[in-house]
């Protein structure tokens, strides 16, 4: 190796490392404002506990990282490959989901120790590693590091709904900023048919249900300028939005009833007015911000009754492929959708950060794509069946993690994610 490779391959580890420990202080940075009892905490079976996060984005790089790669690697604990897999069952039998708050220890302390113990090891193996070891760990970090920063949202997301529960309603973090209410007129943006690209270019990292990039023919269509607002929706909520059977798909009619919605979750009726939960704890409805929590079903409900739909996939990444990614992630610290001054009067807004924007094109593989090998492989494909994906990231998403072709998915009824609603239509 000559000395210039020597000096790139040193500055792509010490690139590697400063990433991974950036990352791994910010998941620490998001539970700070807890308080102990609030670390185990499971209200219903989708979210999981702030605990059991830190954990099993820890055990993420035990098990695919150090475990087949370094032979010194003692495990900090055998037991945690039990408790702390999520759901790869093609290298254990993961604890049950809806029980990760049964578990009262390990304690909130030895997680952290556990953490602390696993990142060592893991900069130390880096440290030590030569350039054919370093390139067979490289992209395995650098999945677990993406894998971590979807679990920093998810600490967000869950966090907010286990505190909703309580009737106390604990503030999270207390309201760091303004936001300056502006109202932002819609307007449409026309596209005219094509054949266009999608999918990742290969460029930089991305998730294997990215690829391979592919054709696909548009025909003419229009998408908002921006997302619903709640103003918006309170309109629609106002005539009758979640009594009339005529604007919803069956299923979520369905929902409807079972559930019993009438409004975006967090929402609550107050003395005549709107109210809201957020992570800074109970206020009133800002008509002007954008209308977050809602399922796909009151998406394409509210699609309906606005006489548009929802944009396929292709058409949002078609509408936003030169776009600068900029907005209100997670960085900001605002952790709610924000309304800000650099609204622009034309032109697409708000296409990333602020609310996931739920499209209408079913969570399917791209033409040609392939799961990794292993058990790496059940991180994407084994999901792609009864999930609708989402697309642009929301204001507790790191804007480190999003990308143009970043592909979001749940089932349609879920709500406690940031999920909005950008309208299109089509053009005849």
């Known amino acids: 190796m000559n000395k210039q490779m020597i000096i790139e391959t040193h500055k792509h580890s010490k690139a590697i490392e400063f990433r ?44 695919f990282v150090l475990v087949p790669n370094n032979p010194s690697y003692r495990v900090f604990h055998p037991r945690f490959d039990y408790l702390f897999n999520s759901y790869y069952e093609t290298i254990g039998n993961p604890f049950p989901r809806p029980h990760r708050g049964r578990l009262t220890r390990p304690s909130k302390q030895e997680v952290m120790d556990y953490r602390h113990y696993v990142e060592e090891h893991i900069l130390n193996l880096l440290k030590e590693s030569d350039e054919e070891l370093r390139s067979k760990i490289g992209p395995i970090i650098e999945i677990g590091l993406n894998h971590e920063q979807q ?7 869950d966090i907010k709904y286990n505190f909703y529960v309580n009737p106390l309603r604990p503030v999270y973090r207390k309201k760091t900023q303004s936001s300056t209410s502006v109202n932002q007129p819609l307007n449409w943006e026309v596209f005219k048919e094509g054949l266009i690209k999608i999918g990742h270019n290969g460029k930089g990292f991305s998730f294997d249900n990215e690829s391979p990039r592919h054709k696909v023919w548009l025909e003419s269509y229009e998408i908002a300028s921006r997302p619903v607002t709640n103003g918006e929706f309170i309109e629609f909520i106002e005539d009758g939005g979640y009594e009339k059977v005529a604007y919803w798909l069956s299923d979520g009619w369905m929902a409807v009833k079972a559930e019993g919605w009438k409004a975006p979750l967090y929402w ?60 209100n992630f997670a960085e900001s610290g605002f952790y709610h959708p924000y309304v800000g001054q650099e609204v622009e009067n034309n032109g697409l807004q708000k296409g990333f950060g602020d609310v996931w924007e ?33 697309r642009g990231g929301s204001c507790v998403t790191p804007l480190s993690h999003i990308r143009l072709t970043y592909r979001n998915f749940f089932q349609p009824e879920k709500r406690w994610q940031f999920s909005g609603i950008r309208l299109a239509g089509d053009i005849i």
């Open 358 to 390: 739920w499209t209408m094109s079913p969570y399917i593989p791209y033409p040609g794509n392939k799961p990794l090998d292993g058990a790496l492989g059940e991180y994407n494909a084994k999901f792609m069946c009864n999930q609708m994906i989402l």
């Open 268 to 327: 609550e009726k107050i003395d005549g007015a709107w109210y809201n939960f957020t992570l800074s704890g109970m206020r009133e409805v800002d008509k002007n911000e954008l209308v977050a929590h809602v399922s796909y079903y009151e998406a394409d409900a509210y699609a309906r009754w606005a006489g548009k739909r929802l944009p396929r996939e292709a058409e949002w990444e078609n509408a936003f492929s030169n776009q600068e990614i900029k907005g």
């Open 151 to 157: 679990h920093q949202e998810l600490l967000f997301t």
């Open 20 to 63: 991974f420990t950036s990352i791994r202080k910010f998941t620490e940075h998001i539970v700070e404002p807890l308080e102990i009892e609030d670390f185990t905490i499971q209200a219903i079976p989708d979210v999981s506990p702030a605990k059991w996060h830190l954990a099993h984005t820890t055990w993420f790089f035990e098990t």
